[in-house]
């Protein structure tokens, strides 16, 4: 099975303070999936990236999978406290779609 | 989007009794439906995948005995903890894909359960 490693695993940052998510393949990815959440509560899309290079933005984040398709990135610029939450990258693998390891982000006012 | 329903989206439930957790998919007919399961800060395990009309499979180190999976139609799947432990407390979300018309990957996701045994 394809397998997702994010890192960091958490993050702390002050508001205001860019910061950058990575998830990691260890097969070449043909969808990346980014979503954001909050534990006990649903998913929020934010973005899915198909093609190597491609880079999507959304607001103040911006995710991009690079052009060997084996990882993406997401950025976050001038951090909010609504931004905090756990960000997950996911992908499909044969006809199953599984979660990268999931990023905990806090942003302190 | 399509849209997907969970019921309940809480319950409490004391220890060894089961409890069973219903996905729906209200505006779509969905071949296929994923459990997944989420501990306090940690990302989304799936558990098994569900189609219709057969028997669901089960991620590795999943027990199936533990965790019925039933997707009886192609609008409902239901997860039924069975004599729920502690342990068992989690966020459960389901995803619905599929059906006439809709690329398998295309899939959408439940609001969630949040299951807390006592």
């Known amino acids: 099975s394809q397998e997702l490693e994010q890192s960091p695993q958490s993050l702390i940052v002050q508001e205001g303070k860019n910061l950058t998510i990575n998830c990691t393949s260890s097969?070449?990815?043909?969808?990346l999936y980014w979503y954001k959440q909050k534990y006990g509560e649903g998913l929020i899309f934010l973005m899915m990236?198909?093609?190597?290079?491609e880079e999507k933005s959304h607001e103040k984040i911006t995710a991009k999978l690079d052009e060997k398709k084996q990882q993406s990135s997401l950025h976050i610029t001038a951090s909010q406290p609504s931004h905090a939450g756990i960000y997950l990258c996911?992908?499909?693998?044969?006809?199953?779609?599984?979660f990268g390891t999931g990023t905990s982000l806090t942003v302190i006012p | 989007g399509a849209v997907v329903s969970q019921h309940p989206s809480r319950v409490i439930c004391k220890s060894g009794t089961s409890v069973k957790i219903e996905c729906r998919s209200l505006d779509f007919q969905a071949t296929t439906m994923f459990w997944y399961r989420q501990f306090p800060k940690k990302s989304l395990m799936l558990m098994a995948t569900?189609?219709?009309?057969?028997?669901?499979?089960?991620e590795q180190g999943v027990e199936k005995d533990k965790f019925l999976i039933n997707h009886a139609s192609l609008t409902l799947s239901t997860l039924t903890v069975t004599s729920a432990h502690p342990e068992d407390s989690s966020f459960y979300i389901c995803?619905?894909?599929?059906?006439?018309?809709?690329?398998?990957?295309?899939?959408?996701f439940g609001p969630g359960t949040r299951l807390t045994v006592t």
């Open positions: 990236l198909q093609k190597g290079g």
């Open positions: 996911g992908a499909w693998t044969g006809n199953q779609f599984y």
């Open positions: 097969k070449t990815l043909y969808g």
């Open positions: 569900s189609n219709e009309g057969s028997k669901a499979t089960y």
């Open positions: 995803s619905a894909g599929g059906g006439q018309g809709r690329s398998s990957y295309e899939q959408y």
